[in-house]
């Protein structure tokens, strides 16, 4: 491996995803800062990015996509669960789903609660309004001129979207038209991160017009291996880019934000950890923070499966035909179900009388598939009959999992523990679901539009039964958060103080997903961008 130059900036962001755009760009409003932004993935100029639909075909994409996969799962029968993540300039936001999702007031409050001044939702409300610019009006709730494009795609919603909608409503469930507004409790349509057609990623929104700035530099394809100290103080990274090892030195500040996986993993790769652990890698230890990548967090959930009595989204996105008019559409006009999520509709709700906020989210998607064999790049296969899933996830799962780096060398993905239902309630709380889920599918909006329920099938009403069904069908919904946990002390198993500093060194923040003390209900892209605004002052204070 050659070695290569190295070059200097005042503060240099590893990763370049929901959080680390905004930081980037925020930083560089300042002229008198220099910036530099690595990614260890390539450009977003694919159409797998930019077309909204196109995160299917994102979905097992080497060029765009970690792959990651846990460890078998005890709680899944045995079974590995994937875990897509972007690789690609954007992160996330250029391959998910596009979902919106800011979580309820409670969750933020709870963060402050726990020792996080700053960091309730009354604080964090400016920033939440500060990055979007929606389309349905700026109010006291939302924002009307940032970065990021959110789009109410209602209107344009599958005829099937909206009869779930209605059928949930006829189910007891408020209509809610805005999960970002006063509250989040009921059903409705899903706003996606779209703008004229296309997929607003924080790339789109944040770095890429940002780039504009001298100050500013992206480096892409270069993937960072450690963190460089000058005792404990962070002064650059180290990184690989086209089979050279470079450096990039830092004057002020190292900001990591590779993400729920990528930042724990980084930080154990250069000594910040468990020292007993790292020294039996090979890593010279340089801060004791055993609470790195532990706190582990993500949302679980499962389908019911339905064959339709009408068509569904399979008669569009199934026949070669069919697509091909589809993408037509798209292509003249910019509409149509291409420019659309499959997550249309859904809602947060109460699966008990005893519940004070939402514990369930569900999704509504107008067509059924069976999944993509791993390796392949097509998330979809749509069934040749006209079918629908009904979904759902828990919103505050107990269950934490952990993740480690197998040695030193940076290019080997850690194992990753999710532990899901190793806290029993959280599967206690989704079996509780699955009749609440057939009781929306009963009622008289939906119930005619109902061939029959495919899987697990009206027969499979025991508890054993449907237990079986969920282990068997529980996937991941990509929501990993909370390995470098923000807290006080971290003597309390917190990795990040209130400004984001990591505990024990200086001259180092993180800013992602992975500080979260607590997993917010619903889509996690929001609350990471959210977390980037905020670093991005925090940062700014200080310099």
């Given at each position: 491996m050659r070695t290569g130059e190295t070059e200097t900036h005042d503060v240099v962001i590893v990763g370049a995803g929901s959080a680390g755009c905004a930081v980037a760009a925020r930083l560089s409003e300042r002229a008198d800062l220099s910036v530099a932004i690595i990614e260890a993935g390539g450009s977003d100029r694919s159409i797998w990015v930019r077309m909204p639909i196109g995160y299917g075909g994102a979905f097992y994409h080497p060029a765009l996509n970690w792959r990651y996969y846990t460890e078998p799962e005890a709680e899944l029968g045995g079974r590995k669960a994937y875990w897509p993540r972007g690789k690609v300039v954007g992160g996330s936001s250029s391959i998910n789903a596009m979902v919106y999702i800011r979580g309820q007031a409670a969750d933020y409050d709870g963060w402050a609660a726990a020792g996080n001044p700053g960091w309730s939702y009354a604080d964090l409300l400016p920033y939440f309004r500060r990055l979007e610019t929606n389309l349905a009006g700026a109010n006291e709730w939302r924002g009307g001129d940032g970065p990021i494009t959110v789009s109410d795609v209602s209107e344009a919603a599958h005829p099937l979207s909206h009869a779930f909608v209605r059928a949930a409503q006829e189910a007891g469930f408020a209509y809610n038209g805005d999960f970002n507004g006063r509250d989040q409790d009921g059903v409705g349509f899903y706003q996606i991160t779209?703008?004229?057609?296309?997929?607003?990623?924080?790339?789109?929104?944040?770095?890429?017009?940002?780039?504009?700035?001298?100050?500013?530099?992206?480096?892409?394809?270069?993937?960072?291996?450690?963190?460089?100290?000058?005792?404990?103080?962070?002064?650059?990274?180290?990184?690989r880019a086209h089979g050279t090892v470079r450096r990039i030195m830092a004057r002020r500040e190292v900001v990591l934000?590779?993400?729920?996986?990528?930042?724990?993993?980084?930080?154990?790769?250069?000594?910040?950890?468990?020292?007993?652990?790292?020294?039996?890698?090979?890593?010279?230890?340089?801060?004791?923070?055993?609470?790195?990548?532990?706190?582990?967090?993500?949302h679980v959930g499962f389908d019911l499966v339905y064959e339709a009595t009408v068509p569904t989204l399979n008669a569009t996105l199934g026949p070669l035909l069919a697509r091909?008019?589809?993408?037509?559409?798209?292509?003249?006009?910019?509409?149509?179900?291409?420019?659309?999520?499959?997550?249309?509709?859904?809602?947060?709700?109460?699966?008990d009388a005893s519940r004070t906020r939402p514990n369930l989210q569900l999704y509504f998607s107008p067509l059924s598939y069976t999944r993509a064999v791993p390796g392949k790049r097509r998330l979809t296969a749509p069934d040749s009959f006209p079918g629908f899933m009904l979904g759902v996830s828990n919103c505050h799962p107990k269950s934490r999992g952990w993740?480690?780096?197998?040695?030193?060398?940076?290019?080997?993905?850690?194992?990753?523990?999710?532990?899901?239902?190793?806290?029993?309630?959280d599967l206690d709380e989704l079996l509780r679901s699955v009749d609440l889920m057939r009781a929306i599918a009963a009622q008289p909006a939906l119930a005619p539009l109902i061939a029959r329920e495919l899987s697990p099938g009206p027969d499979v009403t025991d508890r054993d039964g449907l237990l079986a069904y969920i282990r068997a069908t529980t996937t991941s919904v990509f929501h990993p958060c909370g390995t470098c946990r923000m807290g006080p002390d971290a003597e309390g198993g917190a990795v990040v103080d209130p400004a984001l500093k990591v505990h024990g060194v200086a001259g180092l923040r993180v800013a992602d997903a992975s500080i979260m003390p607590a997993i917010t209900a619903g889509n996690l892209n929001a609350p990471s961008i959210m977390i980037g605004e905020k670093a991005s002052d925090l940062i700014r204070a200080d310099l």
């Open positions: 779209m703008r004229r057609g296309l997929r607003c990623s924080a790339a789109t929104g944040y770095l890429h017009p940002a780039l504009r700035r001298p100050n500013l530099r992206l480096l892409t394809e270069a993937a960072v291996s450690r963190i460089l100290f000058d005792g404990r103080r962070a002064v650059g990274v180290e990184y934000s590779a993400g729920a996986i990528g930042s724990p993993q980084i930080l154990q790769l250069s000594g910040i950890g468990a020292p007993d652990k790292l020294a039996a890698l090979g890593i010279t230890p340089v801060a004791s923070a055993p609470a790195v990548g532990r706190n582990l967090m993500d091909g008019k589809a993408g037509l559409r798209y292509l003249l006009t910019r509409g149509g179900p291409l420019s659309l999520s499959v997550n249309q509709a859904g809602g947060f709700v109460r699966g993740l480690h780096i197998r040695s030193a060398d940076a290019a080997e993905a850690p194992e990753i523990h999710p532990l899901y239902y190793s806290a029993p309630e």
